[in-house]
């Protein structure tokens, strides 16, 4: 899916990817509003190349592709690597540990929904960083051990996902496995939407029956619930983003 004007135009003026074309009006919205919209964009490095760890389908692949990256793609699941491939995209199989790639060799490594899946975090974090380039950034994307609901819903927390999570990670946790490794923190969000809400509430109450998505009044308490997790800056999910010194 190609962005929309609005899109393109925050990508243009917030993080750097000027060959993007976007009516002026929409660049003006995008001056104004563009730190409360597609917040989870990455700052453009013009001829930069990354890798994108457990890549999937491709998706994204394609998606940072056609905004300039040179991309490829590493992925333990056969059936990803054969999608993609089909696809044109450069992708390997197999895990980060095993993929001998060469040192100081991308300016981005991304890790969406990964390190809760791997046994040795601190062995992907160093792993990362040795083949970023001087100045490279890494992209972690996890679950917020330290979110609002979690201590609400406990062992019932949607996003514990046992056993396939095999460890959850709060902020400073993270912030200290890269400066281990010499990676500074450059970047920290947190974002939830009604779904953990929802579906922690259908675990909690063992609801075999109606779904909490379709009650009117539990999508208002998600609601209200993906609000006070924005105000708290305690949201589902991490956004971290960490830069090679």
Aim: hydrophobic letters at 40%; glycine letters at 8%; one cysteine or more.
């Amino acid at each position: 899916k190609k962005p929309g004007p609005l899109e393109r135009a925050v990508l243009r003026e917030r993080f750097g990817y000027a060959a993007l074309e976007a009516p002026v009006a929409y660049r003006l919205l995008a001056r104004l509003f563009g730190a409360l919209v597609y917040r989870e964009s990455i700052a453009f490095v013009p001829g930069g190349r990354m890798l994108d760890v457990g890549c999937g389908n491709g998706r994204f692949l394609r998606k940072m592709a056609a905004l300039g990256w040179t991309c490829e793609g590493l992925d333990f699941s056969e059936t990803a690597v054969s999608l993609c491939r089909a696809a044109g995209l450069n992708v390997r199989r197999g895990d980060l540990s095993s993929a001998g790639l060469d040192d100081a060799s991308f300016d981005l490594v991304t890790a969406r929904h990964v390190i809760e899946h791997v046994p040795d975090p601190a062995g992907f974090v160093r792993e990362a960083a040795r083949i970023l380039k001087p100045g490279g950034r890494l992209l972690i994307q996890t679950p917020n051990s330290a979110a609002l609901g979690r201590p609400w819903f406990g062992a019932y927390w949607f996003a514990n996902d046992i056993p396939r999570h095999l460890m959850l990670f709060a902020r400073p946790n993270l912030d200290r496995l890269a400066a281990r490794v010499g990676l500074a923190p450059l970047e920290h969000k947190t974002f939830t939407t009604p779904k953990i809400f929802l579906n922690s509430l259908d675990y909690r109450l063992r609801r075999t029956g109606k779904p909490s998505r379709k009650s009117r009044w539990r999508r208002m308490a998600a609601k209200s619930y993906v609000l006070a997790a924005r105000l708290t800056g305690r949201g589902d999910e991490l956004y971290l983003v960490y830069e090679k010194r």
